[in-house]
């Protein structure tokens, strides 16, 4: 079974610019997360999908940050315009309705400059 | 918020000694689970305990779910170089829902 594959895995933009991270998650799993994590700290949430409804965004900054997962399958997260201090690893994870466990993807790790 | 404070937040041991970390909240969790990360890498889960006072056994690690389902720990007997990494837990609000990762246990072993 093919796990959580996320692209790009590391991305360097400008501060200001746009940008997009793109996960696929393990077939069959219907909650997607996204996650925010700093160096040496937990992840934190951003945004929860239960297939194309995002039912926990309550930790997404909406002013800049938005997702979308259309199909119910592969989402997207994008950043319009980075800041400095989005510089991190956003990791997305997915997992089967009915179980406890997620499993995550590599991340992608971004620094704005 | 749900907190989980994760003790401590950093350990150097030299290889074959044992450890433990904590995990405490002040929350009830429905279950809890640990993961390990190393560099680059995402979170891999190690376990996942539900029942309170609830002990799992992973090779090496021992995994333990408070009584009260509000804390937890990981004991390593006879750590490794290859149990270098970041170690988290993750709490379960229930109903599937909301999770909540703790703040983290950095572990290097060294040979």
């Known amino acids: 079974e093919a796990g959580v594959v996320q692209s790009p895995r590391y991305k360097i933009i400008e501060k200001k610019q746009p940008v997009a991270f793109w996960c696929n998650p393990i077939?069959?799993?219907?909650?997607l997360y996204w996650y925010r994590q700093n160096l040496g700290q937990g992840p934190e949430l951003l945004i929860r999908?239960?297939?194309?409804?995002?039912?926990?965004d309550s930790q997404l900054p909406k002013d800049r940050f938005s997702a979308e997962r259309l199909k119910g399958v592969d989402s997207t997260l994008k950043i319009q315009p980075a800041e400095l201090g989005d510089s991190a690893v956003y990791l997305c994870?997915?997992?089967?309705?009915?179980?406890?466990?997620?499993?995550f993807g590599p991340g992608t790790r971004l620094t704005v400059t | 918020t749900q907190l989980l404070e994760q003790s401590p937040q950093f350990l150097s041991i030299q290889e074959g000694e044992n450890l433990t970390v904590y995990c405490n909240s002040s929350?009830?969790?429905?279950?809890l689970q640990w993961y390990r990360q190393e560099p680059g890498e995402g979170p891999v889960l190690l376990v996942t305990?539900?029942?309170?006072?609830e002990v799992k056994k992973l090779k090496r690690l021992t995994f333990q779910f408070g009584d009260a389902r509000k804390d937890s720990s990981l004991h390593i007997t006879a750590a490794q170089p290859g149990d270098t990494g970041l170690y988290l837990c993750?709490?379960?609000?229930?109903?599937?829902?909301?999770?909540?990762f703790g703040t983290g246990t950095k572990l290097q072993v060294i040979p």
């Open positions: 994870a997915s997992r089967r309705t009915g179980t406890y466990e997620q499993y």
């Open positions: 077939s069959g799993h219907n909650t």
């Open positions: 999908y239960e297939n194309e409804e995002a039912v926990d």
């Open positions: 929350s009830v969790f429905s279950s």
């Open positions: 305990v539900v029942t309170g006072g």
């Open positions: 993750a709490g379960d609000s229930g109903g599937y829902q909301k999770v909540t």
